[in-house]
């Protein structure tokens, strides 16, 4: 879609389009559940496998190897084929460092505030969930890499991977039959893709925040900052030590009062966070593609392994 006027398709041909980007996303699913769940399953009954490798260094590798892949191979294959140019969404848009700070605050705001409401379900419903033994400790340099080698994982080549797959192609495609369907949609979409409904809470609220920045610069460079913010200020929670306890309550309240001091100064409306339109059609053509209906039944096997 190249052309800029406004096409006029079929709904066979929007389920065609949609399918083209929704088996690449079956196939971001698949793969991210045999990490979380395959590679556990693995140590377990079969040590034998990692050929006395440290199974968290693989699964931190594995992680790597496969955002790179994802991004670099079905999701670059699908932007051609729909004839997304990503580039047009790499360029830098003109934000100031003290209002992007502020966009930083928002979204680790959400983040934070959703994910503290997503724990209750984790622990309520005992949902299984990923982690790593060596987070906060830097007791020896073995372990010292590995937390850097997370840190690069988790909080740069994820993000980076992730906002140009579900907002630089998944929302920008969807945004052709509707901006803000393409918001909501892609947020959706980005939801059905994490490993748990714990993690999925929060990925949808975030990831209706980054699509909105998205839209609005209309580059996916200011949701990828945001994005690595947010990522980069969970494992800093994640890693401190007990003795510090207090650091991440101190932050936490800075974080707060810096996106309240956002929404008073207008840095970012309200209005436009929480702002959606509601179009029946489009989604009856997104829940009946049937590369959608996989990742959804991908979903819920994700789940069902959750619990076990």
Same mark, same amino acid.
């Given at each position: 879609m190249s052309d800029k006027r406004p096409q006029i398709i079929t709904r066979k041909q929007a389920k065609r389009q949609i399918n083209t980007l929704g088996y690449s996303l079956a196939i971001y699913?698949?793969?991210?559940?045999? %990490?979380?769940?395959?590679?556990?399953?693995?140590?377990?009954?079969?040590?034998?496998?990692?050929?006395n490798a440290d199974p968290e260094l693989v699964m931190l590798v594995f992680t790597a190897v496969m955002m790179?892949?994802?991004l670099y191979v079905p999701?670059?294959?699908?932007?051609?084929?729909?004839?997304?140019?990503?580039?047009?969404?790499?360029?830098?848009?003109? %934000?100031?460092?003290?209002? %992007?700070l502020m966009l930083c605050a928002m979204g680790a705001a959400i983040s934070l505030a959703v994910t503290g409401i997503s724990s209750y379900l984790h622990i309520l419903l005992h949902i299984h969930s990923l982690s790593y033994s060596f987070y906060g400790n830097f007791s020896t340099p073995y372990n010292i890499g590995l937390n850097v080698l997370c840190f690069a994982v988790i909080v740069l080549i994820k993000p980076w991977c992730d906002e140009q797959i579900f907002r630089g192609i998944i929302q920008r495609q969807l945004g052709h039959y509707g901006r803000y369907f393409g918001v909501l949609a892609s947020s959706f979409l980005y939801a059905i893709a994490q490993p748990n409904l714990s993690e999925a809470l929060p990925a949808f609220f975030l990831g209706w925040y980054l699509a909105i920045l998205t839209l609005r610069y209309h580059s996916v460079r200011s949701a990828?900052?945001?994005? =690595?913010?947010?990522?980069?200020?969970?494992?800093?929670?994640?890693?401190?030590?007990?003795?510090?306890?207090?650091?991440?309550?101190?932050?936490?309240?800075? =974080?707060?009062v810096a996106a309240a001091f956002a929404l008073v100064q207008r840095i970012i409306s309200l209005n436009i966070i929480i702002h959606f339109e509601w179009d029946s059609r489009l989604w009856k053509i997104l829940l009946t593609s049937s590369s959608v209906i996989l990742c959804i039944l991908l979903f819920i096997v994700s789940i069902v392994l959750s619990f076990l």
């Open positions: 699913i698949v793969l991210s559940i045999l %990490l979380w769940y395959g590679t556990p399953f693995l140590k377990v009954y079969f040590p034998s496998v990692f050929m790179l892949f994802l999701f670059r294959i699908t932007s051609r084929n729909l004839d997304l140019n990503i580039r047009d969404y790499l360029k830098k848009p003109a %934000l100031s460092a003290d209002r %992007l990828v900052s945001v994005h =690595i913010f947010t990522a980069a200020l969970s494992w800093l929670i994640t890693v401190l030590p007990d003795n510090l306890v207090l650091v991440p309550t101190v932050i936490v309240i800075l =974080i707060y």
